[in-house]
């Protein structure tokens, strides 16, 4: 079987409620040319999902920009939400606004909530907002929390596991080595692939 077609099929009100951006909602494993090492561990991530939620086990993403990292983290949030789990997509840069300022997430709770509860985290972009202290305190919080609970979150970086520390701190690199799988993303020219297809439309 398809793992892209393992689970239900999902609504628009479905991936808005993850924060998942309207770019990302056809990607899928299958995009990804079968060469790839990094895809055939997302998808074992993905097929042995109900383990990994229960466990708080979830993906330490690294790559190169433009290496699908994004596609790769929304892929995952996607098949969480398939699986009837609840998952949410954030920049780490937003994190930090919503650790200070704690905005509405619905009717019923709010984003700060929302970020330490939900099955899935995404935090996609995890250096940005790290060179002002209140951005490291807030991804440091909601990290700790996550662990200390068991829920499983997808770290997407451009730094690999061995300078994680130093980026970062040692606390988050712990975190990452005990919640986190590593694997790292070859480099696809997704852009470039884009560029070329979108010229094709008007030839």
């Known amino acids: 079987?398809?793992?892209?077609?393992?689970?239900?099929?999902?609504?628009?009100?479905?991936?808005?409620?993850?924060?998942?951006?309207?770019?990302?909602?056809?990607?899928?494993?299958?995009?990804i040319p079968d060469e790839y090492a990094h895809k055939q561990k997302v998808g074992k991530w993905i097929e042995k999902i109900d383990q990994?939620?229960?466990?708080?086990?979830?993906?330490?993403?690294?790559?190169?920009?433009?290496?699908?990292?994004?596609?790769?983290?929304?892929?995952?949030?996607?098949?969480?939400?398939?699986?009837g789990y609840t998952s949410l997509y954030m920049t780490s840069f937003a994190l930090r606004r919503v650790v200070s300022e704690k905005p509405e997430f619905d009717d019923f709770s709010d984003m700060y909530t929302?970020?330490?509860?939900?099955?899935?985290?995404?935090?996609?972009?995890?250096e940005r907002g790290q060179d002002n202290i209140w951005g490291k305190i807030a991804l440091e919080e909601?990290?700790?929390?996550?662990?200390?609970?068991?829920?499983?979150f997808i770290f997407i970086t451009k730094c690999n596991p061995t300078s994680i520390a130093a980026f970062f701190g040692v606390d988050i690199a712990g975190a990452l080595k005990e919640a986190c799988i590593p694997i790292e993303?070859?480099?696809?020219n997704w852009r470039d692939k884009i560029a070329e297809d979108l010229k094709k439309q008007i030839e």
């Open 142 to 152: 909601i990290i700790k929390s996550r662990l200390s609970h068991k829920k499983a």
């Open 1 to 31: 079987m398809n793992i892209d077609d393992k689970f239900r099929p999902l609504t628009t009100e479905d991936l808005q409620r993850s924060k998942i951006g309207a770019r990302y909602w056809t990607v899928s494993l299958g995009s």
């Open 114 to 126: 929302r970020v330490r509860t939900v099955d899935l985290l995404v935090i996609d972009d995890a």
């Open 52 to 83: 990994f939620i229960k466990n708080g086990v979830g993906i330490h993403l690294y790559g190169e920009s433009g290496s699908g990292l994004t596609s790769l983290g929304c892929i995952c949030a996607k098949a969480a939400l398939s699986a």
């Open 185 to 188: 993303c070859a480099l696809i």
